[in-house]
């Protein structure tokens, strides 16, 4: 028998728990940011459905791209006509979700010429003295500023929406792996021996009315592996190396060529571009420099090199490279149609499969994504940040559809 | 010694002939075709310059990107500026290097929606009666025709330069590594073993005046790891699957999506696009088609199904995607400056050694930068397709400069 809390959903964590349900109205795979606020959202809108998360980890999963990303809201990584959608993440991360260490700070964008609506560097400076010594205005003499910019953490944000399901009375399964079958999931529950292999100690199948793939970047693999669709969708490896260069609450977030400095426990963490998907069998691999191997991939050194001299810190003992990439934190990152810039998005896989993935740009716009996925299976119209334009909202016939086990 | 002939410049071969030279005016590392076209121009220009080719196989090589290059030449490929350098380089493949398997055809260029240009397929296709079935006009409705076209063999140009460069008393030593020192080169003689293995039989040092580092998409890596020099260039695996529809004299060459189907052997050899650099230590792998594993890597694998209904043959048993990745010929591509849409380039890397790229354009425009390197180093200003713009041409102190071993 899973485990109770009054009034809540159960929660199965280790196998010595009974799993004995047979099918949901809606299954949830993945307990990241993405398929953890959908659950959320869901229990909101639907709250008729029966509905299971399943994680492969715990809550909050350790591995993903969630505990990475970088938390960082700037209205200039919102694609032109989601505005709307962005400004109501940004009020949500700072209002509904608890302590997710939300704070509000300016964002430097730093130009070596002049851009559209930018200022002298030396003007930006004076605003954010905290940002002096952090880079060269010889090299980056233009600046635009985001005022609203905010930074916060995602994995506190997936942490509260999973657990805002449960207290919403959704139920959770974790250290599940999961297969896609037509209809519903195949369940591996995983164990760890005395060796500390992870091994599966039972296979359960679960009926499910729709499953929301949410598995990150591992997500459209598993589409297509287990059901045979195929999608267009990337991923890449991307790193997030230690910047030991003091910083305070004051700081500002900086970034340059692509790269956005993150102000986070009194140093920054970087925060690499992504130019491009990483090929199919591609093995995540440390680099070199001069001579001396280290943990952060070749293509993110290139582009650290590239600013030193913009951002002298990066040209100091103060970056951590790490000797092998298991020093560097990384993580894969879904890339929505195989773009580096392309929004969160969700659609249908088959017949009750929806995918939901995040990507690059799931900080400013992720949660409205999932939010929007929620109101199309709970079959509402309306969207917190208006009304749904030129898109049949119907509601779907999912409740009672699948029998209680 | 070398073996010789009457007038021609030495040629060592294997490690029985001995190698006592000392020093060269000029050594080549690498007679693909740039390398040894830029051979073959040296002598032509500065006769009085002792020359060496290195290279790493025998003439021609067999594992290069040469012997897979698509051998197109079309004006759709030239950038803008490149006009005249590109018109050179159709002159002298028809003329100057005997029987390249020099054809000119026409090049249909095909869109789902109107270009710049175009005109309906139907118009493009009675002007080419051999491209109908190979394409839908309903798909591609509309094509760019590039009258001016040609096929030919770069191969057959590498391995005329080659010898056309010893004819010309260019020195040729084969199945040698070279490594680059200061000042010139350590040479690793290769022999193969009874039980197949490839050793290195001796080490030799040379001095070199100059060192043309013309080695593919080795030449970055090299430069960096012998030389100590950062650059910016990349590389891309590029397969080139067979389409075993039957092809004429008379046929086309397509492109749609930017896929090339070029004529060849009586059927179709296929030239996917390279749409950005595949990341270092990336390890070329097959895909899957419907869960049966292929030799054909999944981005190319992607490309092709994305066009089968553009192009249905691609949907039909004539497609080779064989077994494994050894099923499918393929090299590694250099990338310029790391972009799939880069013209060949020369630059110096350390005083002394220059490095000399081809990659994707180099079928239009490889030869005029092999050219280019060569008169600059020959203290040439003339160009053959126009004078040098904007460039100081000096006459370098390379004669004599190195003693005469």
Chains 1, 2 share one sequence.
Not at 202 to 230: Q, W
Not at 364 to 384: F, K
């Amino acid at each position: 028998m899973g485990g109770m809390t009054a009034g809540a959903g159960r929660v199965w964590a280790h196998v010595g728990q009974t799993f004995a349900e047979t099918g949901y109205d809606v299954v949830i795979v993945g307990a990241g940011r993405m398929g953890a606020a959908c659950a959320l959202f869901l229990r909101q809108l639907a709250p008729g459905l029966r509905l299971l998360i399943v994680e492969r980890g715990g809550l909050p999963n350790e591995e993903g791209a969630t505990i990475l990303a970088p938390g960082v809201w700037t209205a200039f990584d919102v694609p032109p006509g989601r505005e709307a959608e962005a400004a109501w993440v940004r009020r949500i991360l700072e209002e509904s979700f608890g302590d997710v260490q939300f704070a509000a700070r300016p964002l430097l964008n730093l130009y070596p010429e002049e851009a559209e609506g930018s200022v002298p560097t030396t003007d930006a400076l004076a605003r954010c003295p905290e940002a002096v010594g952090l880079l060269s205005p010889r090299a980056l003499p233009f600046a635009r500023v985001d005022e609203d910019a905010a930074t916060y953490r995602p994995g506190a944000v997936a942490l509260a929406c999973g657990q805002g399901a449960v207290r919403a009375r959704a139920d959770l399964l974790l250290n599940t792996h999961v297969h896609l079958t037509p209809g519903g999931l195949c369940l591996d529950r995983l164990t760890v021996t005395n060796t500390h292999e992870i091994v599966t100690h039972e296979t359960h199948e679960l009926r499910a009315g729709r499953v929301i793939v949410a598995m990150g970047a591992d997500g459209p693999h598993a589409a297509e592996h287990d059901l045979g669709v195929h999608t267009g969708h990337g991923r890449a490896y991307r790193q997030a190396p230690r910047l030991n260069t003091p910083s305070t609450d004051a700081a500002p977030i900086l970034r340059a060529g692509g790269l956005t400095l993150r102000p986070q426990h009194g140093g920054f963490t970087l925060i690499p571009p992504v130019h491009h998907r990483d090929p199919h069998g591609y093995v995540p691999t440390g680099g070199r420099l001069t001579g001396v191997p280290v943990g952060v991939r070749r293509e993110t050194l290139e582009d650290l090199i590239r600013l030193m001299d913009a951002l002298p810190p990066l040209g100091t003992e103060a970056l951590e490279v790490g000797h092998s990439l298991a020093d560097v934190p990384g993580a894969w990152l879904a890339l929505p149609e195989g773009r580096a810039d392309a929004p969160p998005v969700h659609h249908s896989l088959t017949e009750g499969a929806h995918l939901l993935l995040g990507g690059p740009l799931a900080d400013t716009l992720g949660l409205a994504v999932a939010y929007d996925l929620a109101a199309e299976l709970a079959g509402v119209r309306e969207r917190p940040w208006g009304k749904v334009p030129f898109r049949t909202a119907k509601k779907l016939p999912l409740e009672g559809e699948v029998g209680r086990g």
